[in-house]
């Protein structure tokens, strides 16, 4: 049977990354698809792992040649999604997790009508930003931009079909894996998964 795609999505700071390594941890049958990135690695990021980190010719030619599902310039850095390898995850049978912004989530619905979608809040702006500026990694410049950015992306929440708010970690976790385990329990899932169990319904 077909895996299930779940995307999540959040505005820089909200604490997505750290939720979605929490949620790989708990529960090993969920795979974390890696993007395509023009932005440079974080401390301790590697190549091949959070991000494939590319420069900005190599990403535009690969989008020319349609191999990305979808992509966006967010914060003046490009991302994307390898169509091809997300589809062989799918049809294999393997729960696949998106971490892409509102304008991929869009895009990739396209595709994958069924995917799940989880949006990430921040309790406040004023959290937000204390988050951003406790990294140590941006600039005021970038942080301002990322703030600025979150407005118009907590806008799209509404698109999505599940929202959780992070305000406490292990909170927000406990929600995020259930969410992960109430869609394993959809009906068509279910039906895929243990047919015996229906067997009586459709009989005469």
Known sequence: MPGNLFIVTAPSGAGKTTLVRGLLARDPQVQLSISFTTRDPRPGERDGREYRFVDVPTFRALRDRGEFLEWAEVHGNYYA??????????????DTLLEIDWQGAQQVRKSFPDAVG???????LDEL????????TDSDDVINRRLLGARGEMRHVAEFDYVIINNELQVALEDL???????????ANQHQRHPQYFEFLEQD
């Open 129 to 136: 930003e204390s988050r951003l500026r406790g990294r140590g």
């Open 177 to 187: 894996v259930g969410v992960v385990r109430a869609a394993r329990l959809r009906y």
């Open 81 to 94: 999604t390898s169509k091809v390898w997300l589809k062989e995850q799918i049809a294999a049978g393997r």
């Open 118 to 124: 989880v949006f990430i809040l921040p309790p406040s």
